[in-house]
């Protein structure tokens, strides 16, 4: 072979050895996970567990003392106002017509006077409020259909409607019950006082529910002598639910009224909506799982989803709350998996070209998945997610496959 021949070859093998051991050597784009700033919706939630409660309830107690016979209903039964027994004091004679216990009757009955003369003015308050808020509902329907209200404002009419007609319900169980007492002290009393003729049989105190609804709680079931105020059985609606939500008082702060709740994993097939009615003004001391001292607030919400959507919900059963705190229709957002902190303010790993570029970004409200930009990127712009520490400003990039 020509020796000129022989040295090219040489020379071509030598590049080419030096080429592979270069290319072996030069590194390898890291692979990455691309995700897109795009527009649209971004809601924020604030999500915590709650519990349903009865909103009206009433623990029925002794007038008097007594040896009280066996209780027979049972949690869960029935019961009419002024016609369900719910349980009967048998006189013990001795304690029936001492004179401090006439004494005590006697001031019972004053003081359950007074508590029914107090309702009669709440129940009147909460009508008149409830039937202005109902006007000012229709008044703001017909400014909204000629354009000339918001559905913020709509929503807002609403709420305070909704919350006008719970006051005026609980008004009125209040004197429903109120006038229950007054007949109770009244009976006592007429029990307790001295008559001066034979006492012959002794006839039965008779207990009745002091509203419609059902059984919650038989809280003295045996028979047994009880003393006045002893506790013997709680009554109350049990379709008449609302939620009791407790947050962490930062997350409290941001929870206004009228805020629309979506309840989930509560038992049945589709989430239900409520919608908070008060954000409680005292927060309280919680321990949470991990030891940790926590200030919570309790939010409490009407459920806005009809009846017949939530069969089978009962008082203190489970359900998990997110409760809406932010909401816009069209915002510039980026995934939240893509955001890190870098020196002091939030940033991003940009795709350039087949490199990595880091950049700082604003960011405004954020969920879970996505975060409001503010500045910094422009809708369509490719951001790495989850990037790892292998992840430089300037590295050769590859979208995983």
Do not use: C
Request: glycine content about 6%.
């Amino acid at each position: 072979m020509n020796p000129r021949l022989r040295r090219i070859l040489y020379l071509i093998i030598a590049l080419a050895i030096v080429g592979a051991i270069v290319y072996a050597l030069l590194p390898r784009p890291v692979p990455v996970d691309l995700a897109e700033v795009t527009r649209g919706p971004l809601t924020v939630v604030v999500e915590e567990e709650g519990v349903t409660r009865i909103r009206e309830r009433y623990v029925v107690s002794a007038p008097l003392a007594g040896r009280i016979r066996r209780i027979d209903v049972d949690p869960g039964d029935p019961v009419e106002g002024g016609q369900t027994l719910l349980a009967a004091i048998d006189p013990v004679e001795p304690t029936l017509l001492d004179a401090r216990a006439l004494a005590e009757a006697e001031a019972r009955v004053r003081v359950a006077r007074a508590a029914l003369e107090r309702a009669g003015p709440e129940v009147e308050r909460a009508q008149a409020a409830a039937e202005y808020a109902e006007l000012d509902l229709r008044r703001m329907r017909e400014a909204f259909e000629r354009g000339a209200a918001s559905p913020q404002e709509v929503d807002l009419a609403e709420l305070t409607a909704r919350t006008r007609r719970a006051e005026l319900r609980s008004a009125q169980f209040a004197a429903e019950v109120a006038r229950f007492e007054l007949e109770l002290a009244e009976a006592a009393l007429i029990r307790t006082r001295p008559t001066g003729e034979s006492p012959g049989e002794p006839q039965p105190f008779e207990i009745r529910s002091p509203v419609d609804g059902r059984v919650l709680r038989v809280l003295q079931e045996s028979a047994a002598v009880v003393n006045p105020g002893t506790p013997l059985v709680e009554v109350g609606d049990p379709t008449d639910l609302e939620i009791v939500i407790d947050v962490l008082s930062s997350d409290a702060v941001r929870i206004r009224p009228g805020a629309p709740i979506t309840l989930e994993r509560w038992g049945g097939g589709r989430p239900l909506r409520a919608a908070v009615r008060v954000v409680e003004p005292a927060a309280f001391t919680k321990i949470s799982a991990l030891g940790v001292e926590e200030q919570r607030v309790n939010i409490v919400a009407d459920f806005t989803s009809p009846p017949e959507e939530r069969a089978g919900l009962g008082d203190a059963y489970r359900v998990e709350a997110a409760i809406e705190v932010w909401s816009a229709a069209d915002v510039l957002r980026v995934p939240t998996s893509a955001l890190f902190r870098h020196e002091g303010q939030w940033a991003v790993f940009v795709a350039d070209r087949g490199r990595a570029r880091l950049r700082a970004v604003a960011i405004g409200e954020r969920n879970a998945l996505h975060a409001v930009v503010l500045d910094g990127l422009e809708e369509g712009e490719q951001v790495l997610t989850y990037p790892s520490d292998r992840i430089r400003d300037g590295v050769a990039i590859q979208r995983r496959s």
